[in-house]
């Protein structure tokens, strides 16, 4: 605690710390290709104004000793490449220095190693770099879902949510740029709101790291960064448009950026209009999309203390299938035996009813301070996220929102690395969290959801032992979580509650290396989530069907009655936390240009919370089935396989095959909505100054799929046709499909083009994780042309 | 050393109260609740005067778990009446008639019944096809019928028959071909009906 103090108070007053110049220092790192991640043996890193150098070897290391301490200047060289003028520290050991050909249109760039990365290595990830080309125009969602193990759960094409091994909503953790993305996240038809031009670099923790990142990263942590602003670089810029076929969707992004020796940043803007899409044999009305986003961020550099300051607003309007909103189960029956959609028009950019309007802005302080061998930081966030969503209403109401939600987060997180001592590193933090939602009056609808607030403070310490090629690492923490509601039952009456919730997690992890080929790292964590309010308290229609939080109902077994009159609260029914425990396995094999990492993983989780069927109720709508919260037991398992093939300078491919099984263990049967198995396989060759890419990628049916009851069977049933502890759909699952997609890249000094297709078959699928696979067949053939030019 | 470490703990606790300090305890507003339809009253006028006959749908829980009650509906033998829609929502004291006037290019009502137990309309409705007669007496702007208001000529004495109303949004969907199926219900009620 009082090393915590004095770094506050160092970081308060501004007190430089001051080295002797001593000249026994060695700077270690590497050296590669942009393109191929190939070493660049024999390129060569000099420390400018001196002789000293080094020449890099033929795994792509460099050593360069006698160094003086303090900060230098590198500047790296190879023939054919671009050099860079690398900024060096010593708080930011063994630089990985990216050379990119002098023909690419990239940056030659650094990436540095923080002097300790906060993270259990036995869960640590690859990062994915994302290009402008792909992101422009797409949906955060889909740019997520590149890497097996991670798919998408969607309502039609422009709300999608990411799923890690099977689990999404409150169960997966997105960190935006260091900040938990703070949003409705118990609506499955809530998407995050996050600008995909943003995402630049992509990790996943694909284990339980709650013990790091806090309560709900029970299937995982989806961890992205916006590009950094470099120092040292002139005025440099890009503008870049996009165009895509299927929707006639258009797209511009600018951004621009300067850099000097210790104050760098940047800013970008960009905004996609897009109109009604089309599935192979029709179009799908009223799926256009409106987006908006612009950003900019700062760093302030000293030998001691870094400033990062990063803000983004995005706001987009998204259409929803007219033909997927109906009334009771008649509707229902209808709209799914209808040939295609009800309601479909010829192509146009209007968006109506249903749409959702969203609004997010994140505003990030983050600074490092460096004192010797230890590193404080010191995060502060904010973040606003307004949601409304627009159904089809009687009158005037339809041009109100049915859900209006303004929802203010602000967040503080303290990091502190402590001084190594002897084999030991160790991480210690304390985080705090806070929510305030509000229900924006004037929706004309009793809320679905009450007002809330969190309030949510962790304190964690991660430890990690290295003895030869095995570290061993241990992490503890413990969280309060305190939810206070307030909201309006179907009388109008007010209910209010406030919950105190206390858990520990624990993690543990091996890693161990046993030769420069082969890999291993397993890791053993906990988990746990406090129920969210839809879970707790939605009440009435949802989308098809009626459902009942956790405290809207009370089920009485003497006469197997059910009453939805009142309000409980935790003392009249106690709704523990979802508590997980995962293990999770990968070996990584290395061997000359093959690249191979299979991961298995599995996840039980206590006290699941799920929707399961209850009874039929008559409106004066019509009859519909509904549904109550309960609580279970799940076990999901799984495996991810990625096979990286180097051929030649020229060629790679990769296979990414991924597969889940999840079973609710305390009434032996299936859950809706698990991911059936995928493999994707990519083929990379390089044909003068072009790149081609081909991916087929196959996605199975899924067959572990609850049992099946139309709602024709309801419409015409005289006695309830389901068990009340048994789950069901109203459709089998969709058929296994082929996707075919492809893409031409060319690049060339300050210009950049890329035509890629999607679905060039054309085929007619759905998927089994879309909840819009009910009305309608995905997007058929998309072809996307995209160019960029900077400066 | 202890008294740095008592204010660290109160500069944390300050910023705690920082972030939870624009918190607030409020309730949301209430909501003039207008989705809800929780009262159909169906009121027959005999055309010659008399006691009009009534038949209620009550839904008092709205979208809560019990199901609503529904009374049967007992006309006289070969006798002509008009019959009147009421939905509401009492919950709220909202008429949503006046709603559906108000609307009325964007709703249509559709009867079935059992065939034949109404001498005019004859048949059994136009749920299953819109063609088949029903006789409304209002049309909406366009000249469409929206059936707040329709006559009713019955037959010989029949008893547990069924009468089926549904009130069907079509916004920007009701022609004059638009049938039961197309939009989504705001009402559908089967009654029994009875002729004595």
């Known amino acids: 605690m009082r090393l915590l103090l004095t770094f506050l108070l160092l970081g308060v007053f501004g007190l430089p710390m001051i080295h002797a110049q001593e000249c026994n220092e060695k700077i270690t790192g590497r050296v590669l290709s942009i393109i191929t991640n190939e070493p660049l043996s024999f390129a060569t890193v000099q420390v400018i104004g001196t002789e000293n150098g080094a020449i890099v070897g033929d795994d792509g290391h460099f050593v360069i000793n006698d160094v003086c301490e303090g900060e230098l200047d590198l500047e790296v060289r190879f023939v054919g490449y671009k050099s860079v003028v690398h900024h060096h520290d010593p708080h930011h050991a063994e630089p990985i220095i990216f050379l990119a050909p002098d023909e690419a249109l990239l940056e030659s760039i650094v990436i540095e190693e923080e002097l300790n990365a906060h993270e259990l290595k036995s869960l640590r990830s690859k990062s994915i770099y994302i290009e402008n080309s792909e992101s422009l125009g797409s949906n955060s969602g889909e740019i997520f879902s590149k890497t097996s193990g991670v798919s998408t759960l969607r309502t039609g094409q422009n709300v999608v949510k990411p799923m890690v091994h099977g689990l999404h909503s409150n169960r997966i953790l997105i960190i935006n740029n260091g900040v938990r993305h703070s949003y409705q996240a118990w609506g499955t038809e809530h998407a995050p709101e996050i600008d995909p031009t943003q995402i630049n670099r992509l990790r996943f923790v694909k284990g339980a790291s709650t013990v790091r990142f806090g309560s709900d990263a029970i299937g995982g942590v989806i961890l992205f960064d916006a590009e950094k602003p470099s120092y040292n670089s002139d005025l440099n810029g890009s503008v870049s448009a996009g165009y895509q076929t299927n929707g006639r969707a258009y797209s511009m992004e600018g951004t621009v950026g300067a850099g000097g020796e210790r104050t760098a940043w940047s800013l970008g803007i960009n905004g996609t209009k897009q109109g009604d899409l089309k599935a192979p044999n029709y179009n799908l009305t009223n799926t256009g999309k409106n987006e908006f986003g612009f950003s900019g961020s700062g760093r302030l550099h000293f030998s001691w203390i870094d400033l990062d300051l990063y803000a983004n607003h995005y706001q987009q309007e998204l259409g929803i299938l007219r033909g997927s909103v109906n009334g009771n189960l008649e509707d229902l029956s209808n709209a799914i035996g209808a040939e295609e959609p009800n309601e479909t028009k010829d192509f146009s950019y209007n968006i109506t009813t249903p749409r959702q309007e969203t609004n997010h802005t994140l505003v990030r302080l983050v600074s490092s301070i460096y004192l010797g061998n230890q590193q404080l930081d010191v995060q502060y966030a904010f973040q606003q996220n307004d949601r409304r969503e627009f159904d089809i209403r009687r009158g005037t109401n339809n041009e109100r929102p049915a859900i209006n939600l303004r929802l203010i987060s602000n967040s503080l997180d303290i990091d502190w690395d402590h001084p190594s001592k002897g084999k030991w590193v160790g991480t210690y933090g304390l985080q705090m969290f806070t929510q305030d939602n509000d229900n924006i009056p004037g929706t004309n609808t009793i809320p679905f959801v009450p007002n809330y607030n969190t309030t949510n403070i962790g304190l964690f310490g991660i430890e990690s032992l290295n003895i030869g090629n095995t570290s061993y690492e241990a992490g503890v923490r413990f969280d309060f979580l305190n939810l206070d509601v307030r909201g309006r039952d179907s009388r109008n009456d007010i209910y209010r509650d406030n919950l105190n919730y206390y858990n520990f997690t624990f993690t543990g992890g091996i890693v161990h290396e046993f030769n420069e080929m082969v890999s291993f790292r397993t890791n053993i964590g906990t988990a746990w989530r406090a129920p969210n309010v839809g879970e707790l308290y939605s009440f009435g229609k949802h989308q098809n069907i009626i459902e009942f939080g956790l405290w809207r109902y009370e089920l009485f077994e003497e006469n197997d009655s059910i009453s939805t009159r009142s309000v409980l609260a935790n003392d009249q029914k106690e709704v523990p936390s979802e508590r997980g425990l995962k293990w999770i396995a990968s070996l990584n094999v290395n061997h000359s240009h093959v690249e191979f990492e299979v991961t298995p993983y599995v996840n039980w989780i206590q006290n699941y919370i799920y929707l399961r069927p209850y009874g039929l109720t008559n409106t004066v709508r019509g009859t519909f089935p509904y549904f109550i919260h309960d609580q279970t037991d799940a076990v999901y398992s799984g495996v991810d396989i990625d096979i990286r093939n180097t051929w030649n300078d020229l060629t790679s491919t990769e296979i990414k095959a991924s597969y889940v099984h999840a079973k609710d263990v305390v009434n032996n049967q299936y859950f809706l909505g698990v991911p059936p198995f995928n493999v994707q396989f990519d083929i990379n060759r390089k044909i003068g100054p072009l790149t081609l890419t081909v991916s087929p990628s196959w996605t199975s049916r899924q067959f572990n799929e609850p049992p099946v009851i139309s709602a024709d069977e309801f419409v015409n049933a005289e006695i309830i046709p389901f068990n009340q502890f048994s789950t069901f759909d109203f459709l089998p699952a969709p058929d296994g499909f082929f996707l075919l997609d492809a893409s031409v890249g060319y690049e060339r000094e300050n210009l950049s083009v890329r035509i890629a297709g999607d679905n060039l078959l054309n085929n007619s699928y759905r998927r089994y994780t879309d909840q819009s696979r009910y009305f309608s067949d995905d997007l058929g053939i998309n072809i996307k042309l995209f160019a960029s030019i900077s400066f | ?196």
């Open chain 2, 1 to 196: 050393m202890k008294i740095f470490k008592n204010y660290l703990l109160l500069g944390l606790l300050g910023f705690g109260l920082l972030l939870t300090g624009c918190g607030d305890d409020e309730a949301p507003e209430e909501e003039n609740e207008e989705e809800v339809i929780d009262l159909v009253t169906l009121t027959f006028t005999p055309a010659g005067g008399g006691t009009a006959i009534v038949a209620e749908a009550n839904d008092p829980d709205g979208e809560g778990a019990q199901d609503f009650t529904l009374d049967d509906i007992n006309l006289a033998a070969n006798t002509t009446y008009t019959l009147a829609l009421e939905l509401e929502n009492t919950e709220e004291g909202e008429s949503i008639t006046e709603e559906i006037e108000e609307e009325d290019a964007e709703h249509m009502f559709f009867f079935s019944f059992t065939a034949d137990a109404f001498s005019d309309p004859a048949g059994n409705g136009n749920i299953d096809s819109r063609g088949d007669d029903v006789n409304y007496n209002d049309l909406d702007g366009g000249g469409l019928p929206v059936g707040l208001s329709t006559t009713w000529t019955t037959g010989d004495a029949t008893s547990g028959g069924t009468f089926r109303v549904v009130l069907k949004h079509q916004p920007d969907i009701k022609t004059a071909t638009s049938t039961a199926t197309d939009g989504e219900s705001d009402i559908d009620l089967t009654f029994t009906l009875n002729i004595q």
